[in-house]
């Protein structure tokens, strides 16, 4: 009898500890002799009724052949649908935006934007429809329509000078039957409104940093003025408009015990089914680089600690690596091994405004990390390679199936994706700290 290596012990309390699985995302709660017969493998030691629920549930086999085939499916299913997964596509007016934040993404590569082409969401329609057509050849699949999401980004995508062309990319999703969502800095929400708000827009996402003081020192327009109320204004405009919002919080050492005032501030919102707002922990801050970064399991610690202090902020969701293990064993959400966790390492197109085509948000408007049309297909199916069982530090790394190998833009080097290492999380510190404030909320 063998057990797995992908498996996670999280002491509780003084009797109870929960297993996790990290391959196919089980957990169940065992007592402390069980753990300590399972850690040293005295599996006789074990009542047959543990030993068959630890086997129905992947913990052991009874073989190490038995094992290696459940893995070689779990790796070959996990990368068969990704390979066919859904295409997304991303559109980007312009680089150019009307806020001049203390972090930038675009500041990093002083990406400049000129006039853009009249044909610009012609070709762009035009593109997705190519590729669509030869994804479906190469893996002999089928995409519907209403299945594809495309979100309008930047720079800032709703500047007002964009209007026409966001019309007409409008009118091209209706016409095709394409969902789209928008990510902006909702400045320009009031003049934009009537434009964007139709039965193909799934979503805006829009970002505020923390309460008026804090985000209008980090999300300042070019003229210095802050841009809180202009934003709380658009937020609620869209509501009104029943528009789905989703409000992004990036969190940083600058801001994270802000977050309580900022809660606050956004009470009237969160009874109403058409805003959800969100903490993003940072791992990079593009132009700024990693100086405000906090490491994302001390970071989520800290926030779990200010939600018991102010209960308002349970409101507000936390997206951190690995959540989707850990809203696997406690909600109804599926949980899914991967092989790759990037969308650039699956179907994922990024089209500019000078018809450039990008498979990473990261690399956006960056030379390095453009695909050209003479190599496209090589390049794509580069980036598709970087995938778990490819990445030399990734192969034995027990949070594979979590993890996918991380992300693939960081790992582009001299033109070249790198299959040498990954981009690793702590995810036993993550996961511990998730899965024991979760268990606990509950009982």
Not at 93 to 114: E, G, R, V, W
Not at 400 to 427: A, D, P, W
């Amino acid at each position: 009898m063998i057990k797995i290596k992908e498996i996670q012990f999280i002491s509780i309390n003084d009797k109870e500890t929960i297993i996790v699985n990290l391959i196919n995302g089980l957990a169940d709660v065992i007592d402390k002799d069980t753990e300590k017969n399972l850690k040293n493998n005295q599996f006789t030691s074990l009542d047959d009724s543990v030993i068959h629920c630890l086997k129905d549930r992947k913990y052991i086999f009874f073989t190490k052949e038995e094992y290696d085939i459940y893995l070689n499916n779990i790796y070959y299913t996990a990368s068969f649908y990704e390979e066919r997964e859904i295409p997304n596509f991303l559109f980007i007016p312009s680089y150019d935006c009307n806020l001049n934040c203390t972090y930038c993404y675009q500041k990093a590569y002083k990406i400049q934007s000129f006039d853009i082409s009249e044909d610009i969401v012609e070709s762009f329609f035009d593109y997705i429809q190519s590729k669509i057509k030869d994804l479906e050849k190469r893996y002999k699949t089928h995409y519907e329509a209403n299945d594809i999401i495309i979100t309008l980004m930047g720079g800032e995508p709703l500047l007002s000078r964009n209007k026409y062309i966001i019309k007409e990319f409008v009118k091209k999703c209706q016409l095709y039957g394409y969902k789209y969502d928008i990510v902006t800095n909702g400045i320009t929400i009031k003049e934009y409104i009537d434009i964007i708000n139709t039965p193909s827009l799934k979503s805006i996402q829009i970002t505020l940093d923390g309460d008026k003081k804090i985000h209008d020192s980090r999300r300042i327009s070019k003229n210095k003025i802050g841009t809180f109320d202009i934003i709380m204004d658009s937020i609620q405009l869209l509501v009104l408009h029943k528009v789905n919002v989703q409000l992004r919080i990036n969190v940083d050492k600058d801001n994270i015990y802000n977050l309580p005032l900022l809660a606050e501030q956004l009470h009237d919102f969160f009874d109403n089914p058409h805003f959800y707002a969100y903490i993003f922990l940072l791992e990079h801050e593009g132009c700024m680089e990693y100086k405000n970064v906090i490491p994302d399991y001390i970071a989520l610690k800290k926030i779990y600690d200010l939600q018991k202090q102010h209960m308002l902020l349970k409101k507000i969701d936390i997206a951190y690596v690995g959540k989707e293990l850990v809203d696997g064993i406690f909600s109804n959400e599926t949980y899914y091994p991967t092989t790759r966790k990037c969308s650039s390492s699956k179907n994922q197109y990024i089209f500019d405004l000078y018809k450039n085509v990008f498979k990473c948000w990261w690399g956006i408007g960056n030379d390095v990390y453009k695909i050209n049309k003479e190599n496209e297909e090589l390049v794509d199916s580069l980036w598709k390679k970087r995938q778990t069982l490819n990445i030399n530090q990734c192969r034995l790394c027990n949070y594979r199936y979590l993890c996918g190998g991380g992300c693939v833009g960081r790992n582009m080097h001299n033109n070249t994706i790198s299959c040498q290492k990954g981009e690793c999380h702590n995810f036993k510190e993550i996961l511990e700290i998730a899965i024991k404030e979760e268990y606990n909320d509950r009982i």
